[in-house]
């Protein structure tokens, strides 16, 4: 995620091009709250319709929801019976407009108009509560009985239909007609709401674009567009819930949104999680590797077969091991052992004097006078000597040319020695299994534990020398 900020941060724009950008951050968080509004409008129409009836008489006709008419001719011959009601229960026009509902009460629940709108739950409501309200088992006699004159007369007319005006018609109001267009989906205009945005961001989209292949030498404007590939999401008139990340990234990069924690957050669980996946894959392959390698003999023939050998490259034509063996073997002789020569010499004169002290002739010298203090002079002064015989032959030895072919003689000799006795089958055999069950236990004890420690420690030091520093 911070790669999102390097295009553009507030280190190479201008005042105005940041009030700018955020400005069009900004646009863009709204598009995306119309977004949210629009694919949540049908689910949320009865809340909204609740709530808000004002909106839904605006937003209806974006959705092509007209009200449905069977439904809609149900509620206004209820309007009409209270009107006629207020004159007289007992009269034959209200008898008339009573029948006249009995019967759209029995082609409501025969015909479904709900269905639709995928609302036939509501249809049920409506005739669970008519159902109680009447005392009847039968939907269909609940409505009959509800609207005769026997039982508004047995009862309070007004208070029923308040009932029907309070519990019934807010339910019956919910059902909606949609229609569809020519290519047989619902209408649905949010188009033409969008499509003011589409226009702004993919001019902006373009000149950009544009401007960052002229900023950036060597890029060019399709390079720049797909480096802003995240803003063609702003574009598309559909899958118009994936604005989400041009407008978080938009709003990131303006600084109008902190996600500094929750990248980090990201950036801890993907490393980590990532790192412990990865080691332990490529650690039990290479240690498997290892071991097809050493099970074929492939390390033998390598090491016993000079000339089955890959030629080695070599880039400054030094052997760099016995380079740096001398160079070590050098910086021990001259420079570490004066240094350490005194303590060379205390452990030597040390050792001395546990040998003489186990003498019996020392012992009788130590009890002659005059001569009590010779022993520890000798024992010093053969200290002394055998230290600086051992750094004088240390000395001579480097720079002896002859003892540096000796040695060299004696390792050769010591290496055709040891490369004779590994040929021999029966060791050749001991070394690989050896070298098989070396390799398998590593695996076990070592690599396929690495999830369980060290990744989680490791990303912790990371991040807290990454905060050093800044």
Not at 142 to 159: D, K, R
Request: glycine share 4%; charged share 20%.
């Amino acid at each position: 995620m911070s790669s999102f900020k390097q295009l553009p941060t507030r280190k190479n724009l201008t005042i105005g091009s940041r009030w700018l950008a955020r400005l069009l951050a900004i646009v863009a968080l709204v598009n995306f709250c119309l977004v949210l509004f629009d694919l949540s409008y049908i689910p949320w129409r009865d809340f909204y319709l609740q709530k808000v009836p004002s909106l839904t008489q605006l937003y209806d006709p974006i959705k092509g929801i007209k009200p449905h008419r069977e439904t809609q001719r149900y509620l206004n011959k209820v309007n009409q019976l209270e009107q006629l009601i207020q004159t007289g229960l007992q009269t034959p026009q209200v008898e008339e407009s009573l029948q006249e509902l009995r019967n759209l009460s029995h082609e409501m629940i025969a015909d479904n108009p709900f269905a639709g709108a995928n609302k036939s739950g509501t249809l049920e409501k409506i005739k669970h509560q008519m159902r109680d309200r009447v005392g009847k088992q039968s939907a269909r006699e609940a409505f009959a009985t509800f609207w005769s004159q026997p039982y508004l007369s047995q009862t309070n007319w007004q208070q029923e239909i308040n009932f029907f005006n309070t519990h019934i018609r807010p339910l019956i109001q919910t059902n909606y007609y949609r229609g569809i267009g020519i290519t047989g989906k619902f209408i649905d205009n949010f188009w033409l709401i969008d499509l003011p945005f589409i226009i702004l961001f993919g001019l902006e989209y373009l000149v950009r674009s544009f401007y960052l292949s002229r900023q950036i030498a060597g890029l060019t404007w399709l390079e720049a567009m797909l480096r802003r590939w995240y803003d063609i999401l702003l574009l598309l008139p559909f899958w118009r819930w994936l604005r989400v990340i041009p407008v978080i990234i938009r709003l990131y990069q303006t600084d109008l949104l902190n996600l500094e924690p929750v990248r980090v957050q990201i950036n801890h669980d993907f490393v980590t999680n990532f790192a412990e996946e990865i080691t332990e894959v490529v650690g039990v392959r290479m240690i498997n590797q290892a071991q097809k390698s050493i099970q074929r003999g492939d390390i033998a023939r390598w090491l016993f077969r000079p000339g089955t050998r890959r030629p080695y490259v070599n880039i400054n034509n030094t052997n760099e091991v016995q380079a740096i063996t001398s160079r070590l073997l050098h910086l021990s002789v001259y420079q570490v052992l004066p240094k350490i020569q005194p303590d060379i010499e205390a452990l030597l004169r040390h050792s001395i004097e546990i040998i003489l002290h186990e003498s019996p002739i020392y012992r009788q010298l130590q009890s002659v006078p005059g001569v009590s203090n010779l022993p520890t002079q000798l024992t010093e002064r053969l200290a002394k000597d055998i230290s600086q015989t051992l750094y004088s032959t240390l000395t001579n030895f480097m720079e002896d040319p002859v003892a540096a072919e000796l040695s060299n003689h004696l390792m050769q000799n010591f290496t055709e020695a040891l490369e004779v006795e590994l040929q021999k089958q029966h060791n050749i055999q001991e070394i690989q299994s050896l070298l098989v069950d070396l390799l398998e236990e590593i695996k076990i004890n070592y690599v396929k534990t690495i999830a369980e420690e060290g990744v989680e420690k490791t990303w912790e030091e990371s991040h807290h020398l990454r905060k050093l520093k800044d």
